[in-house]
């Protein structure tokens, strides 16, 4: 976490989906040293008493309130706890996350299709549409997390770029449709993050090939500009940019922050 206060979103209310041991819990402390309020939401009470005892140790003030962004009255009450204790809401930051079926098209199961685009795209809609009245007061800023899946079409990510696709559509078309309200949509999309879940992964893939994880970190950094993997609080700090009112000019915009893994 910074350990300097950036002002950026000095007295913002945060309120952010899918909060999780890596990039949701950095955003959450970024936000936090930025000057934010966070409030967090997650299907899982536990991960969320963990990473908002983590932001107060710090010196930031939390909200926590188990949801499931799939479900409408579960949703509304985020809206209402947040409101009700805080006034209003400056920033939603969509971060909710499905693990992509990993497998081709053609032997991908539909369901499993049909729920990733539930949680992502339609979960995002939801809960958009359900601060929209909220964030149209503040003049706020929604930022939703994408990934590099849109820069490529690699073999075994088809139903996660289908979902993403269409999170970066309906992204673009919130931007457009509350522009007149005030209303900030942008998008961040990052590339591999270096969390404990990738540095699991690239052991696993050390043990397959027999060779070192930092073989496999170096084979996979080699294709970006800056020869490393971004880390989750770099990803968080574009957050937070795009939340801020540095950023009140931007729209409808997506910023790719993979170290310069593709140019788009």
């Known amino acids: ?3 300097q206060n950036t002002g950026l979103l000095a007295d913002k209310i945060v309120v952010l989906s899918g909060v999780g041991p890596g990039l949701g819990r950095s955003i959450c402390l970024e936000a936090a040293a930025a000057g934010a309020t966070v409030v967090l939401a997650a299907r899982t009470e536990s991960r969320l008493k963990e990473v908002a005892a983590e932001v107060e140790a710090a010196g930031g003030t939390t909200l926590s309130v188990p949801t499931d962004i799939t ?6 009450n985020l809206v209402t706890r947040t409101v009700e204790t805080f006034g209003k809401v400056d920033v939603l930051v969509n971060n909710a996350f499905s693990v992509p079926s990993m497998k081709p098209l053609a032997r991908t199961d539909f369901q499993q299709i049909r729920d990733s685009i539930d949680l992502t795209v339609l979960g995002g809609l939801r809960m958009t549409q ?6 149209t007061e503040t003049k706020g800023a929604v930022v939703m997390i994408n990934s590099a899946v849109l820069r490529h079409s690699e073999p075994r990510y088809g139903s996660y770029k289908v979902a993403k696709s269409a999170l970066l559509a309906l992204s673009q078309t919130l931007a457009t449709e509350l522009g007149p309200k005030g ?6 999309a990052p590339g591999y993050i270096w969390s404990d879940q990738l540095k699991w992964y690239f052991g696993e893939v050390a043990k397959k ?3 070192t994880p930092e073989q496999v970190y170096e084979q996979t950094a080699s294709r970006s500009d800056l020869k490393r993997l971004p880390e989750p609080d770099e990803i968080a700090r574009a957050v937070v940019f795009l939340a801020s009112p540095w950023a009140n000019a931007i729209t409808g915009q ?7 893994e593709y140019h788009v």
Do not use: H
Not at 71 to 76: F, G, I, K, L, R
Not at 254 to 260: F, I, P, Q
């Open 209 to 211: 090939y027999n060779i």
């Open 254 to 260: 997506t910023l790719d922050v993979n170290c310069g």
């Open 71 to 76: 479900d409408d009255d579960a949703v509304q």
């Open 130 to 135: 359900a601060f929209t009245e909220a964030l």
């Open 183 to 188: 209303i900030r949509v942008n998008t961040v």
């Open 1 to 3: 976490m910074s350990t």
